[in-house]
């Protein structure tokens, strides 16, 4: 179960035994790898092999190197090696952990310590926020009733106007921490379907909403509204970016749907796992931002209010998930992360 990839070698390289992590990554069934010298699944040999004479003669407790790892049907994979001696004579441990992996794991874990400290924030301003805003509406409605000038009733009508702007703000930042969370049984392709409408309604020429959905997929216990509130959010932001392309014609978005196995997310490891991609053809998120589209208040474009993506990412959150974004010029794919039964 471990993601890790894992084989138990000989002082001369020799596999006794590889995990199914190491099975999976180089292509190869245990019972071909059982036997064969791992050094020649690297594109380094002369690496391991000098790590494994160091541990034969006893000169290290663990040795650590990167290198890559040679696949039969994919390109080579970055790795970070640790080879450690074990109790039994003549015995050596190898651990691989892609380098891909480890980053990932790190960039998860900043998204969910950010994600709750955005929560605290939003809370503890919100709150500090309103009182003091009903006060500012309060004190301006008062003032307008002891007016008789048009032109100081127009002012006294701003502040109760952007006080009215400013508390829809706040109530939308309270939102998801107000609602309850509604479980109940979700298909989630009906929760595509429903976004793919809403956007094809909203943006009837130009823009192509593509479906390539796994049927497979079983239902899960989940909050509907919430997740068809994440994914909208998500492809309203993709159809907005793309307007460009909208005007050429050439626009698209793509939904799609996945099975995700031994995935492993959020700190924790999941047999199966709901890969939901939100695909478009748009320019990217710019790079100034990249790091910080799921922070409140930010956003790529003019106008916008920089609450879509921090909600979605709360809403995924609730469902023990995570959303992921990777993005180049022409190609952003936001994925969405949730544990299946």
Known sequence: MLATLVAVVEADGAVLYANTAL??????????????????????????QSALSGARGN???????????KRATHEPLPVHV??????????????????ELQTRQEREERLIDQAQANKELIRNLAHEIKNPLGGIRGAAQLLQMELDSKELIEYTQVIIHEADRLQSLVDRLLAPHRRPHVVGDVIIHEVCERVRSLIV??????LKV?????TSIPEFRGDREQLIQAVLNIAHNAAQSLAERIAAGDAQITLRTRVGRQVTFGKQRYRLALELHVIDNGPGVPDSIK?????????????????????????????????ECESVPGHTDFKLLIPLP
């Open 210 to 214: 593509v479906r390539d959905y796994d």
């Open 23 to 48: 099975e999976d990554a180089l292509g190869m069934s245990r019972r071909s790898i059982t036997g064969s010298r791992l050094q020649d699944c690297f594109t380094e040999p002369t690496l391991l």
């Open 291 to 323: 790091d910080r589209i799921f922070f409140p208040l930010v956003s790529g474009r003019d106008g916008g209010s920089g609450l879509g993506l921090t909600l979605a990412q709360t809403f995924v959150q609730q469902h023990h998930g995570l959303i």
């Open 59 to 69: 000169e290290f407790a663990a040795l650590r190197y990167d290198t890559w790892l």
């Open 201 to 206: 309604a909203e943006f009837p020429r130009g």
């Open 82 to 99: 640790v080879v450690a001696q074990t109790e039994v004579p003549g015995e050596v441990i190898v651990e691989l952990l892609p380098l």
